[in-house]
């Protein structure tokens, strides 16, 4: 066992943590949250107040 | 729950944060961009010679100067998520949107995993270097897909500004080792005597070989306008921050071809894995070396993470607008990111980075790119025919329409050409996905999408309608 070896160990590991990060943050979000606000972004919200084209 | 749109006239809604500036538009596309100077490009000078790789680097920056240009105009005016998928669904139609989406996923997706490849061979050299021998890549190519999307996942402000400075850095590199060679610090001097020995050794055709590899200097350049619905002014961030990023690569492209072609024999080029380290290691000095190394890895890294943030994107906009499950259009109600789409898409990448071999994955990376460009030409003529100059505000208008147009369609020929020279069966299998992908649209998927609501660009109605 030498130093790679334990970085190897450690890849993995950190690489659970960022997985089992995702998986419960996106499961804890959709049973929280309804899923109508979730999906409620529109394309033209923001061009439509920010952005008007005028000439 | 911070930042929710809520007024009085309208429903709640959630939407993505609004929170970038021309820099991180920069960093966005040089960031998907530069990895390509560290590795890939030289390949074009296995194929036709010094020569040939000098003439790609230039014909491959002339065409993507093109593609900045006309995709400045377009994205300064069609400012949402989705880039060129928005183009297309607002200027051409909707099967070319839901193509052109798919071009743009496969392609990021594609090239992240060949990143997250390339990190697991970087670090199989050095491990090798230090002698340990059979490190096992699967680890780290996972952890770096794995760290890139939690960091998407928590905000994009901060997995830009993460861009900004590792791609500074990495360019710096470039800069640094250009500079160093300049003033002294290699122990061999700069050789371009096989430029007048051997200008052109396989020819003419040589060259025409060389272009498909030409486009890794610049591939991606393209994806800064995924972040049009996160710039705090789209009109005036995405032309900068495009431009800006083009004059970025092809000075570095210049300054890497230069450097790696005097340092290193041709011979020995074309089949590098990592050039510029070479180039580094060839001058003998520690400091560079460990400075090119670090420039490698941060690119690799910057390039992965930009691919995430991109394809994300894509995909969430389709889902918005029913192209694909409604289920992928959300938004986090906290991170405000496109927190589904950047899950689903892990796996994806997982697969082809663990399963696939790092040429097969570059290529139909390519592909995906070059049928994306080719939609920009007819994209560009459309959008100048349906919607002149007076009729509609641009933040940025190109110069010479129609010719940068016409160069970028000839160009894409060539480039096409040049890759189904030396990969037409993968070529001929790309374009039978994207019909049987479009057969399934057309028949099957196109009844969900919400046909009304898709068209949200508050413009007059186009002449000739």
Redesign the interface.
């Known amino acids: 066992m ?1 130093i ?1 070896n334990f ?3 450690g ?2 590991a ?2 659970v943590i ?2 089992a ?3 419960i ?2 499961i804890r ?1 959709d049973t929280t ?1 309804d ?1 109508d ?12 107040t920010q ?5 | 729950m911070a930042n929710i749109t809520n007024d009085a006239a309208k429903p709640e809604r959630l939407q993505l944060l609004r929170v970038l500036g021309p820099a991180h538009v920069w960093a966005l596309g040089v960031g998907i961009v530069l990895v390509g100077e560290y590795m890939g490009w030289n390949f074009a000078v296995g194929k036709g010679g010094m020569i040939a790789g000098l003439v790609a680097c230039w014909v491959a920056g002339l065409l993507y100067t093109c593609v900045a240009m006309i995709d400045s105009e377009v994205t300064s005016t069609v400012a949402a998520a989705g880039g060129q998928y928005a183009q297309a669904k607002h200027i051409v139609g909707p099967l070319m949107a839901f193509n052109v989406g798919l071009f743009l996923v496969m392609a990021y997706t594609m090239l992240e995993a060949a990143n997250a490849i390339t990190v697991g061979f970087l670090l199989d050299t050095v491990a090798g270097m230090t002698g340990h021998s059979g490190l096992h890549q699967q680890p780290f190519i996972v952890l770096a897909i794995m760290f890139l999307a939690w960091l998407n996942y928590r905000g994009v402000l901060a997995t830009l500004t993460f861009n900004l400075v590792i791609v500074a850095v990495a360019f710096t590199a470039i800069c640094v080792l250009f500079f160093a060679i300049q003033f002294g610090a290699s122990n061999v001097p700069l050789d371009f005597s096989a430029v007048t020995e051997e200008p052109l050794p396989y020819g003419w055709l040589g060259i025409v070989a060389s272009l498909h590899f030409g486009l890794w200097y610049y591939l991606g350049i393209e994806g800064t306008c995924q972040a049009a619905e996160e710039v705090r002014s789209p009109a005036r961030s995405l032309p900068y921050g495009t431009m800006a990023g083009i004059m970025t690569l092809l000075i570095a492209a210049t300054l890497t071809w230069y450097m790696c072609s005097g340092l290193i024999p041709w011979e020995y080029l074309g089949q590098a894995g990592t050039p510029l380290f070479d180039a580094a290691r060839v001058t003998g000095n520690v400091w560079l070396m460990v400075l090119l190394f670090i420039g490698t890895i941060f690119a690799t890294l910057a390039s992965a993470n930009g691919c995430i943030n991109d394809a994300s994107r894509a995909w969430f906009s389709m889902g918005r607008d029913r192209y694909l499950p409604s289920w992928f259009g959300a938004v986090h109600p906290v991170y405000r990111t496109p927190y589904r789409s950047i899950v689903f898409l892990v796996p994806i990448a997982l697969i082809f980075a663990l399963g696939a071999p790092l040429d097969q994955v570059v290529t139909f990376s390519i592909l995906s790119g070059l049928l994306g460009y080719t939609f920009m030409t007819f994209n560009m003529v459309m959008f100048r025919r349906k919607w002149p100059l007076d009729t509609i505000k641009r933040g940025y208008v190109h110069p010479f329409h129609p010719l940068p147009t016409i160069i970028l369609l000839i160009l894409c020929s060539s480039a096409f050409f040049a890759v189904f020279l030396g990969y037409g069966t993968q070529l001929i299998a790309m374009m039978c996905f994207y019909i049987i992908a479009s057969l399934w649209f057309h028949f099957r998927r196109y009844q969900y999408v919400r046909r009304g609501d898709q068209f949200t660009m508050p413009w007059p109605r186009p002449q000739g309608y």
């Open positions: 030498d790679w970085l190897e160990y890849a993995w950190l690489s960022f997985g990060f995702l998986l943050d996106l979000v949250y899923n606000l979730l999906t409620s972004s529109r394309e033209g919200e923001i061009e439509a952005e008007r084209h005028t000439i």
